[in-house]
């Protein structure tokens, strides 16, 4: 449907399918497509001087064209048109006594046109269709607050990075369209314009947009490049394609929140061939652990469950529930590198090149060589982003021992530690599903091999296992405990392992991306 431009045409007459006794409404009334609300939406004139209206947003309706001059109108009631529905149309009171939130049915004639928009039209988008109401709303909400937004504005090594990564390439970003993927505060969109972009699109769908344009409006120099557009990225349309996207799309994990995805679908949306993408990789790292006091604090939570007599009633009944419940808590906190036990696995995720569907599920082998006899509590993971400017490569790390960032480290512990000895083999898988509360399911699987002459010929000794849901984890924000002189020898040679040599997406062809020192520092100039 051509969103861009009015249509008016008549409605002959409108029948309510599923209302008892079915009513009849006719015409002629009038009625037109337009685009003025941001989304493009069908309106039903109810009064000639058009002072009462009824308006279908298209992004939760559906039109099917059942013949040259009859289509069937598929939307859901709202408290909208249940107010409107009082003012004259019974058949709108009617289906909105059926249910507020139900399904409404209509048949629209039209005379003298057939329906601007074609067979088919449905522009509820991806995210819809695949995240919870609830979800997004509470998400909306929460990144809508300007106190959210001064705690990630405040997170130096996150919006630092960005700063530099983006000024250091300035030749990327010189003359050339930007489209800022949920733009928040607004704060990469400036950014950007510094940097020389000839236009910026900030396109942020919670109510923070509205921030977004006061705060760039204070910045008139800048403000005359950046244009605010509320709304999702799946449904918003722009005038011009991108050179350049930009985002900050990480959630806890890397994928938390599950904003990459809509980070790729602007990609394929907006993005010129060949363009941009800031940030161009994540990488998920990976390493078993081994932090006594944190199984045992994990632990000790179920103990209140062990009551015998908590103002007389029996609570052990539900104590091997509560143990697990807390055991699928993966702990959010800031962690001492000392503890990881094994050179660390990694999970790369190349946003240049990803499918969306290639995010719904996240299947990494898991395989390490102990490099002490301990006991292994469970997974430690964090992640890192490359921006592969063509002057600058720059990373951000959220890895244990660099500076503390607003992601901080995740862990995932086993109810059922393993024990392994100096030298033996470790492994096991992670196991990702995304689900439509934003996030994603993880499940675990650690295993200990045989060890020692004849291991080769062996199997399986020990395996735990866990699922975890990372939309739930414990935010622990603990201090970091006292470890041995033994753990602290290790620890620069465990980190180091994470630096794998990728594939260079520069355009002149080098050999490898440059790497971050350790990868346990980032530099910000």
Avoid at 104 to 119: D, E, Q, Y
Avoid at 202 to 219: F, P
Avoid at 290 to 309: G, I, M, T
Avoid at 332 to 340: G, Y
Wanted: a negative charge; one cysteine or more.
């Amino acid at each position: 449907m051509d969103t861009t431009n009015t249509h008016n045409f008549t409605v002959a007459s409108v029948n309510l399918l599923a209302s008892t006794p079915p009513t009849h409404v006719s015409g002629p009334l009038s009625a037109i497509f337009r685009s003025g609300s941001g989304f493009p939406e069908l309106q039903f004139f109810l009064e000639p001087d058009g002072q009462h209206s009824l308006n279908f947003h298209l992004h939760t309706t559906q039109l099917f064209r059942l013949g040259e001059s009859q289509s069937l109108c598929v939307s859901e009631a709202s408290e909208t048109i249940k107010e409107v529905g009082q003012l004259q149309w019974d058949y709108i009171l009617i289906a909105a006594n059926a249910g507020t939130k139900g399904t409404c049915l209509f048949i629209v004639s039209f005379t003298g046109s057939t329906l601007p928009n074609g067979t088919v039209s449905s522009s509820k988008s991806k995210f819809d269709d695949k995240i919870e109401s609830s979800s997004a709303k509470m998400y909306f909400h929460y990144y809508g607050q300007l106190l959210h937004q001064q705690n990630m504005m405040q997170d130096y090594v996150r919006t630092g990075s960005y700063y530099a990564a983006v000024m250091e390439n300035q030749a990327d970003f010189a003359g050339r369209v930007v489209v800022d993927v949920g733009a928040g505060s607004g704060i990469l969109s400036l950014f950007a314009a510094q940097a020389g972009a000839k236009h910026v699109y900030a396109v942020e769908a919670s109510e923070m947009a509205g921030y977004a344009q006061k705060l760039i409006a204070g910045n008139p120099s800048l403000a005359q490049r950046i244009t605010v557009i509320k709304g999702k990225v799946e449904e918003v349309e722009l005038p011009e394609k991108a050179d350049i996207l930009i985002s900050e799309p990480m959630g806890t994990l890397l994928v938390n929140e599950r904003m990459l995805e809509s980070y790729v679908i602007a990609r394929d949306r907006f993005l010129v061939p060949n363009g941009k993408m800031f940030p161009t990789v994540g990488r998920i790292h990976m390493a078993p652990f081994s932090d006594e006091h944190l199984y045992v604090e994990v632990a000790n939570k179920a103990l209140f469950w062990q009551q015998q007599n908590y103002y007389g009633v029996d609570l052990t009944s539900l104590h091997g529930t509560a143990f697990q419940g807390y055991f699928s808590q993966p702990v959010v906190d800031a962690f001492d590198p000392r503890l990881l036990v094994a050179p660390a696995v990694s999970h790369v995720i190349n946003f240049t090149t990803i499918k969306e569907e290639d995010l719904y599920e996240i299947d990494t082998p898991l395989k390490f060589t102990a490099s002490v006899g301990t006991r292994i509590h469970g997974l430690a993971c964090w992640f890192d982003v490359l921006f592969n400017g063509s002057t600058v490569q720059r990373w951000l790390t959220t890895a244990p021992g660099a500076p503390t960032t607003h992601w901080y480290q995740l862990w995932c512990v086993l109810s059922q530690p393993i024990y392994v000895m100096p030298g033996q083999e470790i492994t096991g898988r992670l196991h990702m599903i995304a689900h439509s509360a934003q996030s994603y399911t993880i499940n675990l699987t650690m295993s200990a091999k045989m060890w020692g002459p004849g291991a080769e010929q062996g199997g399986i000794l020990q395996t735990a296992s866990g699922r975890f849901d990372l939309k739930e984890p414990y935010y622990r924000m603990s201090q970091p405990q006292a470890y041995s002189v033994s753990q602290d020898q290790q620890s620069n040679q465990l980190l180091q392992s994470q630096d794998l040599q990728l594939p260079s997406l520069d355009e002149d062809g080098s050999d490898f991306i440059e790497q971050p020192p350790n990868d346990s520092t980032v530099q910000i100039r």
